[in-house]
């Protein structure tokens, strides 16, 4: 009688297990068309935008994001699809641990992106320069040990599962959710400060500066796509079992993939489309007239260094 239960225990959590891969590839593979889409829609901005262009330490980072992760995600294909066969668990464990950090090299190119963006509209003020390097530091760091410890525990039970034909890891860290805590802090301080700085002179220079425009557009939906995606893993490595930890991962990998390709050219554009040029983090931003802004702050001090 046990041994009957315990087959039918079997049988259920095998079922559930199959459902719950099922909707994580499904998202997956989603979240992967569409960046692939957006890649093919944005390719002749690229062409224009970026390769006909001098390259700079922008242009680097764009590569990294637009082509990096594409391939990244594309092994992952491979791996969490269930196209993969006898597969070693030496090298589950060690594309668990690339993965891991090339993700977090990602991440921290585009949290920088935003970063600087930020303190385009600020201008050169030491306190928010502080304000940034700092938050930027601690988000960079603690996320860094949190994912070292984290994989120094669990990367070696790592293995291949021939059931589903996946890498898997049975017993998932109930902690581990604390990675995704730092970006997300980051970004509530990065979104602060975007918005500060709009409530304060949003009419005179969105009015006045289309680049004023992109940088507090892009980077609202930026800060609520960033935000939807963290609140889903976090609440999937908290709360919900190991067979739903890929449910949002790579589908926020591939969302937030294609939201920073556009963070760089949708500036880009803005400044092929002005007269006059000045330099912001690296790319060339619109010019525009000290005394029409100075005037339209009314005698508030010059927003021409918010995006030095």
Not at 18 to 43: C, E, N, P, W
Not at 165 to 178: I, K, Q, T
Not at 181 to 207: C, N, S
Not at 252 to 274: D, P, Q, S
Request: charged share 15%; aromatic share 14%; glycine share 6%.
């Amino acid at each position: 009688m046990d041994h009957s239960v315990d087959i039918d225990e079997l049988v259920e959590s095998i079922s559930v297990a199959v459902v719950h891969f099922t909707a994580s590839r499904y998202l997956f593979v989603a979240g992967y068309v569409f960046m692939i889409y957006d890649h093919l829609l944005t390719f002749g901005d690229e062409v224009e935008l970026i390769w006909m262009k001098p390259f700079n330490t922008v242009s680097i980072f764009f590569m990294i994001i637009r082509y990096g992760g594409p391939v990244v995600i594309g092994l992952d294909v491979y791996d969490i699809g269930g196209l993969a066969r006898n597969l070693s668990s030496q090298f589950c464990r060690n594309w668990h641990l690339t993965e891991t950090y090339f993700q977090i090299l990602f991440h921290g190119m585009i949290h920088a992106l935003v970063a600087f963006r930020v303190r385009a509209l600020w201008g050169r003020n030491h306190k928010t320069d502080w304000i940034l390097l700092v938050s930027y530091a601690l988000y960079l760091s603690s996320t860094i040990v949190i994912a070292t410890i984290a994989n120094a525990v669990i990367a070696d039970q790592f293995y291949f599962n021939e059931t589903f034909h996946m890498c898997f890891v049975d017993d998932f860290l109930g902690w581990f959710y604390w990675v995704w805590i730092p970006p997300l802090l980051l970004e509530v301080v990065l979104f602060a400060m975007t918005m500060a700085k709009a409530i304060r002179y949003h009419k005179g220079v969105v009015e006045i500066m289309p680049v004023a425009r992109v940088l507090y557009r892009d980077g609202i939906m930026y800060f609520l796509v960033i935000v939807g995606c963290t609140a889903i893993n976090v609440t999937a490595w908290a709360a919900l079992p190991p067979t739903l930890v890929a449910l949002a991962k790579y589908f926020g990998f591939a969302v937030v993939n294609a939201m920073g390709c556009k963070l760089i050219l949708n500036l880009r554009g803005i400044k092929e489309a002005e007269d006059g040029t000045m330099e912001s983090f690296g790319q060339t931003l619109p010019n525009i007239e000290l005394s029409r802004l100075t005037s339209s702050m009314n005698g508030s001090n010059s927003g021409l260094a918010a995006l030095q």
